[in-house]
């Protein structure tokens, strides 16, 4: 899809948003939004494409960068385009006409495509970030492995002890939980933002209610409690979850 595609398919639409801008449905939770700066693809709450009046294409998977956003990215992009993924990171592959090959991107969110497909905001992809981002994947994985073994030991609480920024959720920006990952700190406020940002089900809210001696005596449900987190972390470091 381009601009004027884009524009064509929201002239037909009859709705608009809360704040006036006419919309038009084109998938499930997927819709085209007007913008000032030009058309907008959102899904749920985020514009995920957007096809600025100037021709560029701003690209935002709002950190959900999961099966479906992806789908939903290609769906709606130009065919030079395409998104996909190696080992839970996400490229971005561009047709440059003028060299007759493909180059290859890392996603970067608000990464910018200009007309010509030249790319604003993104570094070329390369053996070397591949391994870098191999190593903060297995970082992660073993840290959330050693969580749980803490966290059904008793030794994971809440309050004392815990991280106040990460209680009050004053900063959950990479570097921060990125320091609780190579201090081998579990934070036990840590996992309850990790399960109300990917709920579980009531008996894995219980048994981290145990666990953290709050209410709650059910001690099932470790893989989902185990899957949150992952999934949690994950997205903050710009995984596919």
């Known amino acids: 899809m381009l601009l004027h595609e884009a524009e064509t398919l929201l002239s037909r639409g009859r709705g608009a948003d809360p704040f006036g801008y006419r919309t038009k449905k084109i998938a499930n939770n997927t819709y085209l939004v007007e913008r000032e700066e030009g058309v907008a693809v959102r899904l749920h ?4 494409v957007l096809y600025r009046l100037d021709g560029s294409i701003v690209l935002n998977s709002g ?7 992806k789908e939903r990215m290609n769906k709606f992009l130009p065919s030079e385009i395409d998104i996909y993924q190696i080992n839970s990171v996400w490229l971005v592959s561009i047709y440059q006409e003028d060299e ?9 969110e608000e990464m910018e495509i200009q007309s010509d497909f030249t790319v604003l905001g993104a570094g070329v992809y390369t053996d070397r970030t591949q391994k ?3 190593g903060l994947k297995k970082l992660i994985n073993r840290y959330v492995n050693d969580f749980m073994t803490a966290l059904t030991s008793g030794e994971v609480t809440v309050g004392a002890g815990d991280c106040w920024s990460c209680l009050y959720m004053m900063s959950e920006d990479e570097e921060h939980i990125r320091l609780h990952i190579e201090e ?14 990917f709920p579980s089900s009531m008996a894995a809210r219980s048994t981290v209610s145990y666990c953290l001696g709050m209410d709650g005596v059910n001690m099932g449900c470790l893989d989902q409690i185990k899957r949150s987190l992952r999934r949690y972390l994950y997205r903050h470091f710009g995984f596919a979850s």
Do not use: P, Q
Request: proline share 0%.
């Open 132 to 134: 870098r981002s191999d």
């Open 63 to 69: 950190g959900w960068r999961t099966v479906t956003t």
């Open 100 to 108: 007759g090959c493909r180059k290859v991107y890392h996603f970067e």
């Open 184 to 197: 081998s700190y579990f934070v036990g406020s840590l996992l309850i933002n990790a399960m109300k940002a």
């Open 45 to 48: 709450k985020t514009d995920i």
